[in-house]
């Protein structure tokens, strides 16, 4: 059960991520919810002893990368479709 809650809030997470990153430009913020929320919860577990940098470190790596880079592409996305829109309207 528990690992059944885990993935469904690991889930919406990547759902809600998804979402927030597609926004418009001026929203560029609520792609950056779900980064600083991973980047503060490494460090207080840091902080607190439970992670050993030197072992843990591919393991923080590796996500760290993909939510920056999924940010990077949904605000490259949107920047296009901003974009688009603003080409439509010229013409």
Known sequence: MNTAIS???AAIVIVFHC???RRSPKY???GGIVPLIWIILNVI???NG???FEEDWKILVFP???IFLMWAEGQQSARKKELAKMEAKDI
Do not use: R
Request: net charge positive; hydrophobic share 70%.
């Open 7 to 9: 993935l469904a809030v």
């Open 19 to 21: 979402w927030a990153c």
């Open 28 to 30: 560029w913020y609520l």
């Open 45 to 47: 577990l840091f902080i």
């Open 50 to 52: 439970k992670i050993n």
């Open 64 to 66: 760290t990368l993909i």
